[in-house]
């Protein structure tokens, strides 16, 4: 099922690079609300109390990502793959994602050191590298930039439904169009949320786009001083849902609120645990 009228701007575009017959299809501009009135009270406290305090979760975050994943590692495990120990009953394949989500918090932290960011292919593709290093996929390159395969992802939705990504050979217009749309956003963390939502709806590689996204989203709102935003492992089923939804409707309006009701900057700690 597409969204996309005959009228459309983009329908040329998409008659010249069809997507794949799928339940339901990507649309180039996906709809969203900017939901920045709802963080207005919302201030920065600092990038160094920012970075402190992600550092401080830094293994909590990681084994979040791991288990959003299915990767069903125990905190106490993801301490010690990370430390370099094999932990049995895991995939070597498990334990470098591991390893790999390490090296993006790592990478994300010096960046965000370095000054502000704003959602950004650059960024987005610096992270990648590191989260699809051991992915199985033909290329981790941004889809546009790569001519391994043209055809967008498939994602299984349930019900025995998918959604098809766009061709690859649409994926930089889709993107500077939202791009454009974003940088309108007047709060840091509702724009960098929108990126999340949008990264993960336009599928822009061929694996890891959730996890890229929420590290694209954490560098940027760290780097305006604002705390990083975790996804809890305990919330994995309600997470999973809103992306089904968002990829059904079109609509990522819900994604975000999503994220930005996981904003947290109280400093009490938070069991997250499944």
């Known amino acids: 099922m597409s969204l996309i009228g005959a009228d459309d701007p983009w329908a040329e575009r998409l008659r010249q690079y069809p997507t794949v017959p799928a339940d339901y299809q990507a649309v180039p501009e996906p709809a969203w609300e900017d939901l920045s009135d709802s963080m207005r009270a919302v ?19 990681i084994f979040n990502d791991a288990w959003l994943e299915g ?44 000054g502000k960011l704003e959602p950004t292919q650059s960024l987005s593709d610096d992270l990648h590298m590191f989260i699809a290093s051991h992915l ?13 395969r043209y055809d967008g992802p498939s994602v299984k939705l349930g019900r025995g439904e998918r959604f098809r990504a766009l061709d690859a050979r649409l994926t930089h217009d889709a993107l500077q169009a939202g791009l454009a749309r974003i940088q309108t956003i007047e709060h840091p963390v509702v724009r960098a949320a929108t990126w999340a939502a949008f990264a993960a709806y336009q599928q822009f ?26 996804v809890p492992a305990s919330m994995k089923a309600s997470y999973e849902d809103m992306i089904v939804d968002a ?4 609509d990522l309006t819900a994604h975000v609120r999503f994220l930005l ?7 009490k700690e938070k069991s997250t645990r499944p």
């Open 205 to 230: 590689y061929f694996d890891g786009n959730k996890r890229t996204g929420r590290y694209t989203m954490n560098a940027v709102i760290m780097s305006h001083g604002y705390d990083a935003i975790l």
């Open 247 to 250: 990829l059904r409707t079109g």
């Open 136 to 148: 199985d996929v033909r290329s981790v390159a941004f889809r546009g930039d790569q001519k391994e």
């Open 71 to 114: 990767i069903s590692y125990t905190e106490p495990e993801i301490v010690e793959v990370i430390g370099g120990t094999h932990v049995p009953g895991h995939t070597e394949g498990e334990e470098y994602q591991v390893r790999d989500l390490l090296k993006a918090v790592t990478f994300l932290v010096n960046r965000v050191r370095e």
């Open 43 to 61: 201030l920065p406290k600092g990038v160094d109390r920012a970075l402190a305090r992600f550092r401080d979760r830094q293994t909590d975050a």
């Open 261 to 267: 009701d996981l904003y947290d900057d109280s400093g």
